[in-house]
């Protein structure tokens, strides 16, 4: 469970690396202006990746604010509309915009971001300096080439003050249109961080980690199974409540939603946490994104779930041999309702089972539990730094409320709204730290650890590496044909367990 030195030290040197070059960039902007985007360049200096540098020349198109939605760091926020959102208040003189919205919607290529998880959630206070949040609505159509493209976007939801709020399109002002699209951005920065980061993956795994040591004994065939998917989870979660969410840790610090607002929204989140949100066959049709060509998180994802499925099944069947005997496993059965009733706080109403009665359900369950531990935190995780390390592209916290008046938008305003250069330093460096590759990385099924004693396991395990090796190389072909290709879930870059 906890590091081993060599990870300790590498952990803890390459946070001190990032500081100092965070405290040279500081020095260095000490005496320069601070009033144009142009001005972010003092610090896009030293650990970037060639993704951050394409991010940093194309992040004010459209295209490439709507890929973010299917491929960037967070894949898990858009949905396919099956009708027009509630809260899209479409006042008179949109008669236009509201027939491009029907014409879409009817031909299946209407998507939305909703980012109402947000609203009411209050604000950071960093040094006596308010910052600001917005919950953002954005629609997006797919076009014939599989570009998602913004249609338009509601910064915040209506209210009694605010019936029909103000709607940005691409035809506005160009400032007022990039600063509505910096908002969803940051609003995107919390969620993805929060909810589908910290939440989802981190925490889940915690869950699974600690009913595996306080339920199963070391015998056990599925501690077995499942201990190589927890190594170091334990420790870098801890390292995370005391460095990052705690009192006066970097959320406080730089984040907008730091200072109790993160507290709230992770409750929320947890609220809205299903077992079908874990499970991408069901959560991907659900949000009604399967077969769409340039959704390629959706599409690896799936590859990924069913060769894992595949290894499960193998591992399974070797130890139950019928549905009687997972039902007569009162080891097995007590981790089951551990996870489900302690650990995620009474979620048999989510969907979670409280017990398991055949062998399909098992595993199924371990599925998602290698799932959630493996590929889906490469896919949250890996996009930091590319994403991230260009700080206009997904700021951490805002400094003036949103905009309602799309001619009043100047650069003054959009430099006031975008952190300050001390906050953008120590977002490029928490972004770098914790999402580059790890000395002593473990690849997906790769552990050397021999757990089992029965030779049947291993043949089980080296069909496992061999779907995996054959998933690499069709991800690598598809990849050589993109200008942009999707390397968050091939499977030498999935580390076997959450250690970052």
């Known amino acids: 469970m906890r590091f081993h030195e060599e990870k300790r030290l590498d952990f803890e040197w390459t946070l001190r690396a990032g ?3 965070m405290r040279l960039k500081r020095v260095y902007t000490l005496l320069r202006t601070w009033n144009r985007l142009e001005d972010f360049d003092q610090i896009f200096w030293g650990q970037k990746s060639a993704l951050a540098e394409k991010v940093h020349r194309c992040w004010k198109d459209d295209e490439l604010f709507g890929y973010q939605f299917l491929n960037g760091a967070n894949p898990m926020l858009l949905r396919r509309c099956t009708s027009l959102p509630s809260r899209l208040v479409l006042p008179s003189g949109t008669e236009e915009l509201q027939a491009q919205l029907d014409r879409e919607l009817q031909n299946g290529s209407l998507f939305e971001a909703d980012f109402t998880l947000l609203d009411g959630i209050p604000a950071n206070v960093i040094r006596g300096e308010q910052q600001y949040l917005a919950a953002p609505l954005v629609m997006l159509r797919l076009d014939p080439n599989g570009k998602l493209l913004p249609m338009v976007i509601q910064i915040q939801p209506p209210s009694p003050s605010s019936p029909a709020p103000t709607l940005f399109l691409p035809s506005d002002p160009p400032l007022a249109w990039l600063l509505a699209k910096i908002w969803v951005r940051s609003s995107d920065f919390q969620l993805h961080e929060l909810q589908f980061h910290l939440l989802n993956t981190h925490l889940v795994a915690e869950v699974i980690a600690v009913a595996t040591m306080r339920c199963l004994p070391g015998l056990h065939p599925i501690f077995k199974f499942i201990v190589p998917h927890i190594r170091y989870t334990m420790e870098i979660n801890t390292r995370s409540r ?40 069901d959560d991907l049709a659900n949000r009604g994104l399967l077969k769409i060509p340039s959704a390629l998180y959706a599409q690896d ?40 009733e302690v650990g995620l706080c009474h979620a048999q109403d989510r969907g979670f089972p409280v017990s398991f009665q055949s062998r399909d359900q098992l595993c199924h369950f371990l599925t998602m539990c290698v799932f959630t531990c493996t590929s889906q935190h490469a896919a949250i995780n890996q996009g930091q730094l590319d994403w991230y390390g260009w700080v206009p592209n997904a700021p951490c916290t805002m400094r003036m409320p949103p905009p309602t008046n799309k001619e009043d938008v100047t650069m003054e305003m959009v430099m006031g709204s975008l952190p300050d250069i001390q906050k953008s330093c120590l977002q490029m460096t928490i972004a770098w730290h914790l999402s580059r590759p790890q000395s002593d990385m473990v690849p997906l099924g790769q552990h050397k650890e021999k757990y089992f004693s029965d030779p049947r396991t291993k043949t089980v395990l080296s069909r496992f590496q061999s779907d995996l090796e054959n998933l690499e190389r069709e991800i690598t072909a598809r ?14 870059r999935i580390e076997n367990s959450i250690t970052i």
């Open 301 to 340: 994802a799936l590859r990924l779930w069913e060769v894992t499925s595949r290894y499960v099944e193998g591992m399974v069947h070797l130890f139950y041999q019928s549905d009687d005997i997972v039902r007569g496993d009162t080891e097995l059965q007590a981790w089951c309702w551990e996870i489900t």
């Open 242 to 281: 005391t460095q990052l969410i705690s009192d006066g840790g970097i959320f406080d610090q730089v984040v907008s939603t730091g200072g109790g607002g993160h507290v709230q929204l992770l409750t929320r989140a947890l609220a809205q946490l299903t077992y079908c949100s874990l499970c991408p066959p």
């Open 479 to 492: 990849n050589e044909q993109l200008d942009l290709p999707y390397e968050y879930l091939k499977p030498s």
């Open 19 to 21: 500081v100092l070059e």
